[in-house]
């Protein structure tokens, strides 16, 4: 079992950044049955919205045409963490944060349904 945690939300300014981190306790994320990992975020009352995910050997990423070139999504499977670095924040970006994991390589890294571990969320606040 892997548990996730997101740590890293607050309330900032429009055009500020911010980097939000999830760390993995249980199984290494390196472990073989660790795969892609992603981001996504939901507002009330809306469905979880993909924002980013990142391979197992980070080699490959992808990213919401929102957030294409605000967000950077990185790992280090050495201290079982994932951050997402968010620069130039919009009040649109406004939600809570989850990161989730999936435990195989391959996947629609778009859907939720394609993970198996989720952490708790984070709220971001944007004002502007």
């Known amino acids: 079992q892997v548990q996730l945690g997101e740590s890293g939300g607050g309330r900032v300014h429009s055009g500020a950044s911010q980097r939000l981190s999830c760390a993995a306790s249980?199984?290494?994320?390196?472990?073989?049955?660790?795969?892609?990992m992603g981001w996504f975020r939901q507002a009330p009352g809306k469905a979880r919205e993909f924002v980013a995910a990142?391979?197992?050997?980070?080699?490959?990423?992808l990213y919401a045409d929102s957030v294409k070139g605000r967000f950077t999504i990185s790992r280090d499977n050495a201290k079982n963490t994932v951050y997402l670095q968010m620069m130039s924040l919009k009040p649109e970006d406004t939600d809570v944060y989850y990161c989730?994991?999936?435990?195989?390589?391959?996947?629609?890294?778009?859907?939720?349904?394609?993970?198996?571990?989720w952490g708790q969320g984070t709220q971001v606040t944007v004002s502007s």
């Open positions: 990142i391979s197992w050997s980070s080699t490959s990423t």
């Open positions: 249980g199984r290494p994320l390196s472990s073989y049955t660790m795969g892609f």
């Open positions: 989730a994991a999936a435990s195989k390589v391959y996947g629609i890294w778009r859907a939720p349904e394609e993970y198996d571990y």
